[in-house]
């Protein structure tokens, strides 16, 4: 399983006022005030319309509205005055509409952009103008998987305007697709002072801090943000985050140079410690060797960080992750192993230790753009499997009731048993064929094109010289030849 990054999350930041003057005036708590045509405040959002569309702002921002007494109060589209009781849905800005000049023929204009730092805007209209192109172009740069391009548009922003939090977030938000978390836990922390009762910022930082295995903080952050403002996602991150504190409490520690271990003291003794963290570092060789070479040498493709590793007493695991019943570990950005009644390393254990480690290297080489089919199939490989005595039956399987590579994207983690177990077999069989008719270099170009913002498609096309629905067919005559 992939680690948890928000979908769209740079959405967050990007409500902005910039417009022309108007009657009403929002005046925000850092002295800011905002000329709007008009202005309507919802339960957690203040939205409000200039001649260039309508946008919105965290109540939490505002200090209070000025309104022009001659102007009648804002109606919902049914004739009801707008109030907390009746609210009419109100569409904000959003990054698929930047201002014009911003994106050029498919490309950001980074000369526009620097003439807008070179600037330094002095009026509120300016101003935001600057931060909403900024952060369009970051957006736009991080959809195309262009994580560098768009580090380096954000810190030009951010240097532009070092008082404005949402462009610190942006530029935190690439250090977030770039899974580096200490580098956006810093960067958080500095729009944390300048904007401390923004909801969005205090969840971002929740988020970097437990990718970072930092659970308590995490829980820290995200209970503050929730103070601020509802979030159902923040709400289930939370939970998740005080079930792993509340059962990792009394855990000791122990640690490699790759790896941080942390087991409950009574469940595994000293010698058990160091066998896992000996065959976690022979199995973190193994895999530079096979997924570590990098893009032009690049140590990126390595996992950033020390390894989490969490080994639970028997049903603590579940509990804790609420994984399926059937999984018999997980990997979200931590190793989880339940290792109720083990005293040493087992043979099956030092597979399940293989398999999870395998998706940490996957996750840093693609940075968490392979879909589950290739992520599970390279794991399988990597743990030691083959269909070399199954392919007759799969393929039996897949002529009968066929099953699209294209619709094993996502996580198995939803599937029942069975349609999990089929879905491991045929992504096996499929990173299989890749890896006996291409290589494990080409496997690792996939992941690199990956990496770069190529779909599996193209990256497929650019590396095998076939699609991805190009290779249900050839994965059917592979089987049937083996």
Partial sequence: ??????????????????????????????????????????????????????????????????????????????????SDEHKAPVPTISVSAPPARVIQDDSVDRKYLNELARQRPSTVIARELMVVSFLSAVEFEIEHGRLDSALDIAQTGAKADPSEARLLVGEAIVY?????????????????????????????????????DRGVDAVVSWTKSLSLAKDPEVEMMLARAERETAAEDRFLEANSNHFTLRFEGGQVSPAFRREILDTLESQYRELVSDLG??????????????????????????????????????????????????????????????????????????????????????AQIEEGKSVANVAAQIAKGLAARPIRLASLGEPFSTMGAHAAADAYAISLAAAQMIRDQQGMGTMASILDRLAAGASIDVAMRDELGYSLDEADARLLAYLKNK
Avoid at 180 to 200: F, K, N, Q, T, V
Avoid at 202 to 210: I, R
Avoid at 317 to 335: C, E, R
Wanted: hydrophobic letters at 40%; charged letters at 25%; proline letters at 6%.
């Fill in 176 to 212: 977030l697709h770039r899974q580096e978390y200490r580098e956006a836990r810093d960067i958080l922390g500095r729009a944390r002072a300048l904007a401390p009762e923004s909801a969005e910022v205090w969840k971002l930082l929740g988020f970097a801090e437990y990718a970072s």
């Fill in 293 to 378: 070479g990098g893009r032009s040498g690049s140590s990126d493709t390595l996992p950033a960080d020390p390894i989490p590793v969490i080994l639970y007493p028997g049903q603590a695991f579940y509990d804790v992750t609420q994984a399926p019943t059937w999984s018999g570990a997980l990997f979200d950005g931590k190793i989880r192993v339940p290792v109720e009644g083990l005293s040493s390393v087992t043979f099956e254990l030092r597979i399940v230790l293989k398999h999870e480690m395998t998706h940490s290297f996957v996750r840093a080489r693609s940075r968490a753009r392979c879909p589950a089919w290739l992520n599970e199939g390279i």
């Fill in 1 to 82: 399983m992939r680690v948890f990054l928000p979908g769209a999350v740079i959405l967050l930041v990007l409500t902005g006022a910039w417009g022309v003057a108007a009657p009403d005036t929002i005046v925000l708590k850092n002295g800011r005030r905002v000329v709007a045509e008009q202005v309507t405040e919802e339960e957690t959002r203040v939205v409000y319309e200039t001649a260039q569309g309508k946008f919105s702002l965290p109540k939490s921002l505002v200090d209070h509205i000025e309104r022009d007494s001659a102007r009648p109060a804002v109606s919902s589209p049914d004739g009801h005055a707008a």
